[in-house]
C-alpha cells in the first residue's frame, strides 16, 4: 500500500574523513522515498528549486514514486553542508541554506490522501501537522524529529507526538525531550502522550522497540566492516521500516500485529545499515528485494539463540 | 567442572551520584568467584591482607568456593576508591593502594591443577602468564584485561593473549589495543593471534561474540529501569560465561560447541544485568538459578523474531 512522506529534499556537501561529495541528492525525504520505494509506491510531499537536477526526478519516477505533492519554485533548493568527525559518529553543520524551504507549506494532493501509511519525516514539527490535517483516515502515521525542534520547537513538537502512533528517535533525543536519563524511564513518558509504538534508534547497536502493550525488543544492527557515510541512515531505517510495513494487509482495523512491528524493526536496521556502507544514497540506488532478504536470514543467524536451554546440568 | 579464577580481591570505596560504601567487598576475582559459584566450584587463588574479614571468606566458603590458594598475608587488602559520574557510564580512580598485592606472585595449590577452565582476570599480565604456566593442561582458558595493562604492559598483555582460548574486552579497549576504529579490523588481528573466540562487551548495549571460524553473534543485553553500580559488571558477565560453561559437558577434546559458547555470552549479559542493578556485588548474593532462567526466557522474548519472513506480498 501506498506511503505518504512529508520531508526536506535537499542538495547536500557531505564531507567525510576521507571523502567529500557537493549537490548530492539529500534530505529526509529523500532517503526515505529511495528507501521505501524498493518495497512500494511512495507519494512525495516536499519543495524543490529551480536547481533540482531533473535526473533525480526521474530517478524517482522509475520507482514508481508519486510527485504529484512536490512543489517545483523558482529559487535554490535546500542545502545542507555537513561534516563528520574521525569516529563518523558525530559531525558538525557547517552551512544550512533553506532556499524555497523557507516559505514551503505542504499541500497533499487527492491522489495521496487514500495512502494509509504517513511518515512525517525530519522538517518542521508544525508542517507535519499540517500534513496530519490534510491525512485524517491515515491507517498509521509515523514520526521522526531531530535535536533542532526538540530546543526549539517543543510545544508544537509535542503536539505532533500526541497525534502519531510510532515515535522514532534516537536514543539521544529520547534523554534530551524527556530529561531522563534511564530509557525505560523515558518511554513510559511518552506513553502517557498517547503513542503506540517507540523505536529507539541505537546507531550501530541496533535499535529498541517499545510498545503501549508492555512489548519490548532488541534488535541487532547489522555488522558493517566501515561505515562510509551515515547520512541518512536514520531516513533509511523509516524507509525500512514503514517499506516493509506496506508489503503486509493490515488487519481490518488497521492494526498490524506486534509480530509486524517486529520485522519492520528489523528492516529498519537492514537498510540503514546499506545507507552507512556507501556515500549518499548510493548504497540504496541498486539494492534488490534479494539484497534485504539476504542481510535478513543473516541477521536471524547473527542474533538467535538456543530458546529452549534449561539448567540440568546446574548444581 | 570447577573452575580456576586469579585476580584481585579488594576492599573498595564506591561512590555514585546517589551512594557511597567504604570497605566493600571488590576486586575482579571477587566478583567472578560470588558469579561462577552460582553455577559451580570456583578455586580462587588471590591474595588479601590481615585486614580482610573474616564474614567474606565464611561467605565464599559456603557457596562453594575453595579458598586453598587464596594467600592471606600481614599487611593491608588491595584498596580501590572510584568515583562514577552521572551517566553511571564513566568514573574516576581516586586512589588505589595496592598493600599485600604488591609483592604477589600466583601459587596453584595441587588441588586446583585440574581445573578444566581458567579465568585470568583483570590483574598484570606478568601474573596471569605464572598462572597458565601451573595449569598446562587446561581446557578453556580465558582471559580479562584493562585499560592500565594496554598502556604499560602491552608487550606482556600479547604474549598472555598469544596463550589463551578466549579474549574478553569492552569495545573501547578493543580499540586501544589494535588502533583500529573498524571492530571487525580489530577482531581480524586478534584470530591472527591465536584466539578462538573474542568477545566485545558493549555495556548496556550486550555484547558481540566473534569465533575464528567465522561466527557472529550478537547477544542482547537486559533492559535495566536503573543502573545503581557497575562495578564489577564486566568480572560478573565472566562469571555467567564460565559459570555456564561449567555446567555443560565439552566433547572429548574439551571443545564446547559454537551453541554452547552463544549460550555462555546470554549468561554473562545476565549476570552482568542483575551486578549494575544492585549495588557491590550486592546483586549476586542471593541469586538463584530460576533467577537466570527467568532472564534467559526473556531475552529469548525481547530478541526473537520471525526467522521465516520471504517478501510475499513486495512487488
Known amino acids: 500500500m501506498p506511503i505518504l512522506v512529508v520531508g526536506s529534499v535537499a542538495l547536500d556537501t557531505v564531507e567525510t574523513p576521507f571523502n567529500r561529495m557537493d549537490g548530492v541528492l539529500g534530505g529526509a525525504a529523500s532517503y526515505f522515498t529511495t528507501a521505501a520505494s524498493i518495497y512500494d509506491q ?8 529551480s536547481d533540482f537536477p531533473r535526473e533525480y526526478l526521474d530517478f524517482w519516477r522509475n520507482r514508481s514514486v508519486n510527485l504529484d ?3 517545483i519554485q523558482e529559487g535554490r533548493t535546500f542545502h545542507w553542508h555537513g561534516r563528520y568527525h574521525m569516529d563518523m559518529n558525530t559531525r558538525d553543520t557547517l552551512d544550512t541554506q533553506l532556499g524555497v524551504f523557507g516559505d514551503f507549506h505542504p499541500v497533499v494532493p487527492a491522489s495521496y490522501t487514500q495512502s494509509p501509511l ?5 522538517i518542521q514539527p508544525e508542517l507535519q501537522l499540517e500534513v496530519l490535517q490534510q491525512m485524517p483516515h491515515a491507517q498509521l502515521t509515523v514520526l521522526d524529529t531531530m535535536e533542532l525542534w526538540i530546543n526549539t520547537a517543543r510545544d508544537k513538537l509535542t503536539e505532533v507526538i500526541k497525534q502519531v502512533d510510532v515515535l ?3 536514543e539521544e533525543e529520547v534523554r534530551q525531550y524527556t530529561n531522563q536519563s534511564s530509557i525505560l524511564a523515558a518511554v513510559r513518558h511518552f506513553f502517557t502522550l498517547g503513542l503506540k509504538y517507540v523505536v529507539v534508534k541505537l546507531g550501530s547497536y541496533g535499535a529498541l522497540l517499545f510498545g503501549a502493550d508492555g512489548t519490548y525488543f532488541s534488535a541487532p544492527s547489522y555488522p558493517l566492516e566501515e561505515v562510509v557515510d551515515p547520512t541518512g541512515a536514520g531516513d533509511s531505517f523509516a524507509g525500512g521500516f514503514l517499506g516493509y510495513l506496506s508489503t503486509i494487509q ?7 500485529s506486534i ?3 517486529k520485522r519492520a524493526v528489523v528492516h529498519g536496521n537492514i537498510i ?3 545507507t552507512c556502507a556507501d556515500f549518499g544514497i548510493g548504497g540504496l540506488t541498486g539494492l534488490s528485494m534479494d539484497d534485504i532478504v539476504k542481510r535478513y536470514g543473516e541477521l536471524v543467524r547473527y542474533s538467535h539463540f538456543d530458546p529452549n ?3 540440568q546440568g546446574a548444581h
Request: no cysteine; charged share 10%; aromatic share 12%.
Open 42 to 49: 511512495v507519494n512525495l510531499v516536499g519543495i524543490v528549486g
Open 69 to 71: 505533492g512536490l512543489q
Open 118 to 122: 504517513v511518515f512525517l519525516a525530519n
Open 168 to 170: 522514532l528517535m534516537s
Open 250 to 256: 493490515a488487519d481490518v482495523s488497521g492494526r498490524f
Open 259 to 261: 509480530d509486524d512491528i
Open 272 to 274: 540503514g545499515s546499506f
Open 309 to 311: 536451554w534449561t539448567p
